[in-house]
């Protein structure tokens, strides 16, 4: 075959009211019988607009469950329990919910349908859950959603941080894409180009225009979401998640109190173009047209626990090269966090 | 199956000095014996850095012809003289020879690889070829890419009308999205939203840093291979292309002398978008950064022509709704022509 | 889409000294490091057979485990504590290896290579996994195998009684090619021609030749693999599996001491053909010229269990219309199993 | 992609009338305008049951040809004139119908549906068209059906060398695969082993029951179109053609008069397994439970031209291994033709 082949969502809708809508399109796609797995604590009206869409159309929710905690564990449980006759599973809310109605799918190899609530990272539209196993958290393989149905109305309402946090988990692929091209020069890890070419297109996409209004959610909603399809391109994470991915996991091991995925993630990846020497720019411009800085300086970070990360982060990923492993990276960005003009203020002792 | 798939390019390279690596890249994927179809009056020295590249990789052109005209009848005879025992198909320089290459593939079955020495145009990655047959031009048919290999170098010394073309080729899709809409709204065309998306996000893309550079060029051509992809997510033209390029064809008929594909289209876009009421400002911001206003006004086009144009335009396609479609529009271009500043010194009378 | 795709196995290797061989079928496939899943209590002499082969290339075991229980909490156990860095699964040994080892493969995403040492029945080649879910049997769903490799002389060595069971897996796709048409005219079951025709083609296939020896090994395995497919194109079991195994899986419940799968689906088939009152005489040939019929008067069945498994099968799988739920059977079975002459001495009071 | 994927027919009905039930497929499938190829010179009454079906399931025929020449010529230029709004492609009649029809489509990208009236060859359900291309028979790149529908009844009444010709081009495949494996060990020639053995499986399920009669023009037909599943699963003819289909090409460039393709084929295939010294028993009691040999001897072939035919045969096909390939065979030819007990009264001198 001398084409590569990829799998996209057959359905996708992004766009003001879509949550509403969601019954017309399952519909039309001919999924009458869903199993509906919900956020824990997702405010009452959303769900409730959902499914007074839902009985308009005739669609019966054949099973209904909270999702609080995302690990294989809970996701096998409810694969075991869902009943006969179901055509499609729906994840309703945050990137929790969202990972496990993903596995819940691909377990029984059911279409799925992503309706986020908020942006606040690209997993809602890639091949992987993000579960813990036996309490240890893990990127499991699972498959593309069939529907991304993003309600650009209601992603504009979520919470400031969790918007912060999707925009840091966008600058990420500038040193993402830097990561894996240094990783074939020292190891040789093969690169695809178009995946490559792709991710780093998403972010020049949502910097043309920064601003968080419905056309800026859009903008955002679908740069994640290409860069869930660069991924499956890739056949890997590659394209999406490099050294300032690992800091962040890092700094969920080592802090008293772990921040948002994307906010660690979006301040990493400023810290790593540092450290390779490109990109800086591109990635503090996104993170200053967008306010990305002053919800850092809200709530700063800690300096020690971040030093810490940078020592764990290259232990992390077998075989994974990426900046922390060229050299020991501990001097340089004790000296950026520091005495960077851009981080003033968002580190603390 | 719940999931769409689509064809993309195995292999892709958009950087500098890639027609030196072109016998490095064809002996990776394991192609021996190519066939080598290139634009006639290609300038020399292209074709001998290529040919050293295959040379040193010991790459065998089994066959070589010159390209002049994209007929479906000339592709017909070249696939009929192809030898037995050829690998591939390599077309190398403008868009009739990469149209007549790609078709000559798709008749043998074997994979073809673009290798485009300008960016006036994204058919160097979508799956038709525009073809003449029996005199009248077509849109075939044919198979994406299975490489894509572009130059950055090769194609920043291109002549800039053929850089200007290509922006305005890009432009198009704002448009062309549009006009895809009003047609769902006026006779339920479908609307694949994937494409829709991923054609948009390639302006956003460009608009970020419109300049011309070997960055910018490689921000070009990844945009306008996006919009190829997009074309085989839809599985038809409609996510690159809308009224204004049946404006563009127009205009090949009724014009004394046509101007370059893209020069057309772009100023079409810029006069569609006026009609559509949307997206101007978008399209302006991008035709002015990258000076396309300059390579129109040395060559102003002749406002009568246009107005024939417009005529014509809506009867061209049958059962292709645009904007055009939706009311007699030549009152509104005639005065758009007069009055609009952005188009002053762009039309003669 | 116009045409179905479907998934078969990239690498197939049916013949003799093919487990010697394994070695330089993964080195051929890229294979170099792989999770080795293996019956408990195999034969001594063909696991190191196999590793010699696995030694002589180079393949490194990186894990190896035996295998004595299907079930959905080994394989994610299993999953859970698979190294990083295995490159394939290879399951060897007999069907509940086999379908721990496809499910482990399947939770990974990494290729699975089937390695059977006998031909019990067609769970080799096709797309899910029976298993244990909390105690209860399901057949949950999985991948094709990317590798079948079956050395017709092990199975050839292997007892009669798997052989028998093979062969009376393969029959029962008459009655079940039968069920389902029923279905389709009851409750509009949709049938796949293609998958119907492709099973039943299988059963004459080994029918022109039903002798056990290296050929007959050679036949049997094929039309067993080709039942995989039938049932991958369909995306269901049913042109393998209708009211037989229904049988079959009642007997598993209401019997003292179940028989082997195969033998009790051979018994099942021949019986529903006479309900359906077709393709009796075929089922017949093919059991006796076996002599499937003396491994079952060898250890004759309770005709009292098999009366309450009548009772019972129609109940077993919600939906799914067989000939068993369009009237009373009990009746017409009782009267078979007493006074048909092919089953004389297969039945004890 | 650790499987391999492969296209096959998403529509297949073979049965009894189904060519009364070709609207009804038609529209099932969402095809509402068709073009119809038909063989000129087919018998009205059937083209007139075929009108009925589409007439009652409001199909439109926009497009209705008589074929008689299956040239690349006559394709394209049906091709240029296809009206547009066609949705489907109707291939009606004997193998040269069908070949245009088939071409005709893959030009155009639409789907295809052959209807065969005889099962004279295996090329209603192959992924390459046979046709003329400037007076050269070539053997084109086109796709695989997107259905198959083949009325056994219409199939039972045509003429008995057409039924014949279809017996023998199946058993070709007994020799095709030899060969294949004879050019894997002489120059390393790649086998598709899952292809070889359903290709030879086709086999084994016509020797079962190979018998004119309804069910045994189902068993032709899907043996047939299996073959042509296998072609496409190898992405060559090898399962289905080797040194027999050389001699028939041969033949038809040194014969007075050649006769049907399978007709040559089937005396091929037996005449090359003695060259083999394989298969020769299963070919010919195939060849002998059909009654095709008194359909040969009714018209015996000429020694001379078959020699001739034996010379020329090896050199046809470039790079193509067969026994043929292997060594002067024209002494043991001769000898063959004279003394085999088998062919007596099959030629003259």
Redesign the interface.
Known sequence: ??????????????KHGAIDRLGTYLARSGYRRIALLVSAGLLGGLEQRLGTGLEREGITVVRREDVDEAS?ERA?ALF?ALP??CD?VVGFGGGRALDVAKYVAF??????LAVPTSLSNDGFCSPQSSLT??GHRRS??A????GVIVDTDVCLQAPAPLWWSGVGDLVAKVTAITDWKLAFHARGTPVN??AA??S???V??????PVKDLEGVR?LA??L??NGVAME?AGSSRPASGSEHLLSHALDSVSARPRLHGLQVGVATYVVSRLQGQGTQRVASVLEATGFWQGIRADPFSRREWLDAVRLAPTLK??FHTVLSSRDCVPEVADILKNDATLKDCFRD
Chains 1, 2, 3, 4 share one sequence.
């Open positions: 075959m001398a084409t590569s082949t990829l799998s996209i969502p057959a359905l996708v809708r992004i294989f096998s075991a006969s006759g499609a377990l029984a190899g059911l279409p799925y196993q036996g499991l393989r498959t593309m959603p069939s180009d178009f070419l792709l780093d297109a998403t020049f996409q949502f910097m043309a225009r903008l679908t740069a979401m290409l391109v077998e075989g």
